[in-house]
């Protein structure tokens, strides 16, 4: 397991109205206070973002139907995982994480001024995907020197990937020092902040298609995003 620190996160001001759950372009043209207070986010919100990675890399040993076996004797299973990972060598497990800070600052906020607790829960939100963006860009660059391709980053949550069967495999691939995150019996990571993913890296790993394409929500999702560059 290993960690990673010091991120430069790119967050906008679409980003933030985006997390919010808003159309950026319209809001914009709109402007008023919705605006203000997401320009306001964005200056004051990023002193408690701090952005932090746990890894690990393990290689693949083989593969049984719906079950990759990984070194150490981890596991990753789904028939979403075996579609994406089948070809791979190697898995990256990732857990992103901006902390705990932020959080706590827009429970502060949100009694007082909803309003602007609303604009900075959508920063945490930007700054989790711009951290989960870079992360992505880090390891696709890592491998392209070994000859690697890297699949499409998987979510637990995703379909033919169940949450609590995902997040249970990737934190037991992580171990136990995890950043001060930590998962609930629901399967909620707490900050809830954090964001897990797995990446497939391999000379013939394909990485068609978008994340988006396997969300339980894709068809109701107001927008999709830019995870990862997909």
């Given at each position: 397991?290993?960690?990673?620190r010091?991120?430069?996160l790119?967050?906008?001001?679409?980003?933030?109205?985006?997390?919010?759950?808003?159309?950026?372009?319209?809001?914009?043209?709109?402007?008023?206070p919705?605006?203000?207070?997401?320009?306001?986010?964005?200056k004051?919100?990023?002193?408690?973002?701090?952005?932090?990675?746990?890894?690990?890399?393990?290689?693949?040993?083989?593969?049984?139907?719906?079950?990759?076996?990984?070194?150490?004797g981890?596991?990753?299973?789904?028939?979403?995982?075996?579609?994406?990972?089948?070809a791979?060598?190697?898995?990256?497990?990732?857990?992103?994480?901006?902390?705990?800070?932020?959080?706590?600052?827009?429970?502060?906020?949100?009694?007082?001024?909803?309003?602007?607790?609303?604009a900075?829960?959508?920063?945490?939100?930007?700054?989790v995907?711009?951290?989960?963006?870079?992360?992505?860009?880090?390891f696709?660059?890592?491998?392209?020197?070994?000859?690697?391709?890297?699949?499409?980053?998987?979510?637990?949550g995703?379909?033919?990937?169940?949450?609590?069967?995902?997040?249970?495999?990737?934190?037991?691939?992580?171990?136990?020092?995890?950043?001060?995150?930590?998962?609930?019996?629901?399967?909620?990571?707490?900050?809830?902040?954090s964001?897990?993913?797995?990446?497939?890296?391999?000379?013939?790993?394909?990485?068609?298609?978008?994340?988006?394409?396997?969300?339980?929500?894709?068809?109701?999702?107001?927008?999709?995003?830019?995870?990862?560059?997909?």
């Open positions: 397991m290993s960690i990673l010091n991120w430069e790119t967050i906008d001001l679409d980003a933030v109205l985006r997390s919010q759950g808003s159309d950026p372009e319209a809001i914009r043209k709109r402007g008023g919705i605006v203000d207070l997401a320009e306001k986010a964005l004051e919100g990023r002193a408690y973002i701090n952005p932090v990675v746990v890894y690990r890399r393990l290689a693949i040993e083989s593969l049984h139907h719906e079950r990759i076996q990984l070194e150490g981890a596991i990753l299973t789904g028939s979403l995982i075996v579609q994406h990972l089948g791979a060598k190697q898995v990256v497990a990732v857990l992103c994480t901006i902390g705990d800070r932020l959080e706590e600052r827009v429970s502060e906020v949100m009694g007082k001024d909803p309003a602007y607790g609303l900075l829960d959508g920063l945490g939100s930007a700054a995907e711009s951290l989960a963006n870079a992360v992505c860009h880090h696709e660059t890592q491998v392209a020197e070994e000859g690697y391709r890297v699949s499409i980053p998987l979510s637990p995703m379909m033919g990937w169940p949450v609590e069967v995902g997040q249970e495999e990737i934190f037991d691939m992580l171990g136990d020092d995890n950043a001060g995150v930590r998962l609930t019996s629901s399967s909620m990571m707490i900050p809830r902040k964001l897990t993913m797995v990446l497939g890296f391999g000379p013939e790993v394909g990485n068609d298609g978008h994340p988006c394409d396997y969300c339980s929500m894709r068809e109701t999702c107001r927008y999709k995003t830019d995870y990862c560059g997909w």
